[in-house]
């Protein structure tokens, strides 16, 4: 399998760097599945001091990122790639980042991030250069870098080998729409002062069968009680709806 190809086009390169030196991501990037080279656009400035923003036409507070270093530095990033790439834009104005989206990165040869300040970017470089506007929630942060990590820790694993398991992408919270059940382990009796805590008896019943349906009901009464909103968006099978109004029926 080749590694996904993909650049990252920010003022902070070293903070992508150090984020995807660790854990899951880090492997991803040692073991040649995940490529990530950083493009400061500062690198780009044609001029000595390195400028790369300038005062808002219009008038108002805060900078504006200026296109030439951006556009210069996406273009370098894409010229080193070995494949057409979409640059995406992290924004709070564009579309809202899901599992679907990470999965459907995943499946891309490459892709160019674009991580910029918040205040601005001018936006003729939005026009001619973005493929794609991301944004990973209704909150503003002050940079693009951390929306980049979210969107390259989300599709770093899932790409083939990522886990251990392969089983438990498949098997947990968002992939099917729902959120994820409860996880216990050992001991079986957690001993607190005011009361014993014991893991639910059907896992360590060794019924492989009841097992499943027990972690299909949990995950659908968790969804059913903190998003319904996500149960709306898909179509539950008969089986689903008989253990959801099992659950809804004990609530109510
Ligand atoms: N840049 C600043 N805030 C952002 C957000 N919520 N999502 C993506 N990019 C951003």
Known sequence: MAALQTAVVSLFPELIETALSIGITGRTVRDGRLAC???????YADDARQTVDDR????????VMTVGPLRRAVYAARTALPVDAPAIFL?????????????????????????????????????????RELSIGDYVLAGGELPALVVL??????????????????????????????????????????????????????DHGAVATWRRQQALARTWQRRPDLLLDRHLTAADRALLAECIDEHT
């Open 37 to 43: 080279r950083t493009y400061n656009p500062r690198d």
């Open 56 to 63: 808002p036409f219009g008038g108002g507070p805060g900078m």
């Open 91 to 131: 924004t709070p104005q564009g579309e809202r980042f899901d599992q679907r989206i990470a999965a459907e990165l995943a499946g891309l040869p490459a892709f160019v991030l674009v991580a910029a300040r918040y205040e601005g970017v001018d936006e003729r470089f939005i026009a001619t250069e973005v493929e």
């Open 153 to 206: 820790d989300a599709v770093a694993r899932l790409l083939p080998g990522a886990l251990g398991n392969p089983e438990s992408i498949t098997a947990e919270s968002h992939v099917d729409g729902l959120l994820d059940w409860p996880h216990y382990t050992r001991p079986e009796v957690e001993t607190r002062p005011e009361a014993e805590q014991r893991v639910p008896a059907v896992l360590l019943s060794g």
